[in-house]
């Protein structure tokens, strides 16, 4: 590997500032995302997915274009960090920030698996006095009337 020159060392590091910088952000939308999810706040939750969208594209691009700087300078972060250590501290940032993003979206998952099984668990409830019952497209429930009930009488 060649060394690189401290114009390529200065690029290299305004890059990986600006992945940092999409991991915060994610880390944000994450939690905003989870707190409109546990608010059954529909809009806030829609306006927290398409930022987390458009915030993960532009981390793609910023990786893609941080991995093309590293592939020209030899692709060994160790031998760059090595003549540059704030280079190697931004690199453990971004591990660190990165490693947020994934703790928050694991919160996530789990709060939507956890949110899917009490659906679950309250269909398999009414099914058993409503056989058949199903949720159509926009969530109406859908089912015979009960014997014994009035014509009124919903789910």
């Known amino acids: 590997m060649r060394e690189p020159n401290d114009s390529e060392i200065a690029t290299l590091r305004d890059w990986l500032r600006r992945e940092r910088e999409c991991c915060a952000a994610l880390v944000d939308v994450l939690r905003a995302e989870r707190t409109a999810a546990a608010g059954h706040d529909l809009q806030a939750l829609v306006a927290a997915l398409r930022e987390r969208e458009a915030i993960q594209a532009r981390w793609e ?6 991995g093309e700087l590293l592939a020209a300078i030899g692709g060994d972060f160790a031998g760059a960090s090595a003549s540059d250590p704030e280079l190697g501290a931004l690199r453990a940032g971004l591990a660190e920030e990165a490693h947020s993003v994934r703790r928050e979206q694991s919160i996530n998952e789990a709060v939507l698996r956890q949110s899917l099984d009490s659906v679950n668990d309250l269909l398999a409830a009414i099914r058993r006095h409503l056989p058949g019952a199903r949720y159509d497209r926009r969530a ?16």
């Open 61 to 66: 691009a910023v990786a893609r274009r941080r």
């Open 140 to 155: 109406g429930m859908t089912a015979a009337t009960p014997e014994g009930s009035h014509a009124g009488w919903r789910a």
